[in-house]
């Protein structure tokens, strides 16, 4: 099996893309070769260069033009797609262009508490707010619509009535950086079938 090139899409920190640059890095199934990002000021464009991951910035206007974009995905010929805290809606070409070949990353368990505006800190506020006694991840595959594709795997965490916002955001992160980049592999080795 040849050796897949992922690229990660980002707006923000850049935890995930982290995370998956070191759990992949020697990996004979796949490596992290590109970081998009849209945000130029995003802290994950710092960690790209520091883990001398190639990195470019590509706005949400940009991001709707697949003359740039797609050209950008073959010259680092991409397999497969990361969306990880990466806010822009993905545009239907880039949907096409990857299929089954792009997922995405919640922090919650969908289809409880996603949907527009649901990201971040929002989360974690409206799963406190809603007195849940166990929150998670969801990975599922991106279609048009904002968090509705399929879902691929879920992870769970039992909260206590005690946790705040902060302690929830922190529990589910936790399952992210354990279980995440698991999720992506074993993905790409069913892809390589
Ligand atoms: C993660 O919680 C992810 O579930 C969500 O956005 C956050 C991204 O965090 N989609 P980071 O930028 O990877 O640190």
Redesign the pocket.
């Known amino acids: 099996m040849q050796r897949i090139n992922i690229a990660v899409f980002?707006s923000?920190?850049?935890?995930?893309?982290e995370n998956l640059v070191n759990y992949f890095s020697g990996s004979a199934v796949a490596r992290v070769a590109l970081l998009v990002c849209n945000k130029p000021e995003a802290y994950?464009l710092e960690r790209a260069r520091r883990l001398g991951v190639d990195a470019s910035v590509v706005t949400k206007a940009e991001l709707q033009q697949p003359e740039l974009v797609l050209p950008l995905m073959r010259k680092y010929n991409i397999g497969f797609v990361v969306l990880?805290?990466f806010l822009p809606l993905m545009p239907n070409y880039m949907i096409d262009a990857f299929p089954q070949r792009m997922v995405?990353?919640?922090?919650s368990l969908l289809p409880k508490f996603g949907g527009k505006g649901m990201?971040?800190h929002h989360v974690h506020e409206a799963v406190k707010a809603a007195g849940e006694t166990e929150t998670g991840?969801t990975v599922h595959w991106v279609t048009p619509q904002c968090d509705g594709g399929t879902i691929i795997a879920q992870r769970r965490v039992a909260l206590l009535p005690e946790d705040t916002a902060d302690d929830i955001a922190h529990k589910?992160?936790l399952l992210?950086m354990e279980h995440f980049p698991k999720i992506i592999e074993e993905l790409l080795l069913r892809c390589g079938d």
């Open positions: 980002a923000g920190d850049g935890s995930n893309f994950a990880a805290g995405n990353i919640h922090p990201w971040g991840m589910e992160h992210e």
